[in-house]
């Protein structure tokens, strides 16, 4: 995942993807000494009973190369 801030782009390699109810925060907790990003939708289109949430951890500028787009849902 690639996230723009202003003049800044951070890249997040994908680790996980889960699906749950909407009030299932449980995946969306802080780790100790982890950089993490998790962005939260609803699943399927149109459906407000579940929510997709993908967590990616931040990679180091080394390895930015290997963050690649194959982790497709």
């Known amino acids: 995942m690639y996230i723009n801030i202003l003049d800044n782009t951070f890249i997040y390699k994908v680790t ?3 699906i749950v109810k909407p009030d299932d925060l449980s995946h969306c907790q802080p780790v ?4 993490l990003l998790s962005l939260v939708t609803c699943y399927w289109y149109g459906n407000d009973k579940y929510r997709l949430i ?3 951890e ?3 500028s080394a390895e930015s190369e290997t963050a690649s787009a194959d982790n497709d849902i």
Request: overall charge positive; hydrophobic content about 15%.
């Open 54 to 56: 993908v967590t990616g």
């Open 32 to 35: 100790k000494d982890k950089d």
């Open 58 to 60: 931040r990679c180091l």
């Open 16 to 18: 996980e993807k889960n």
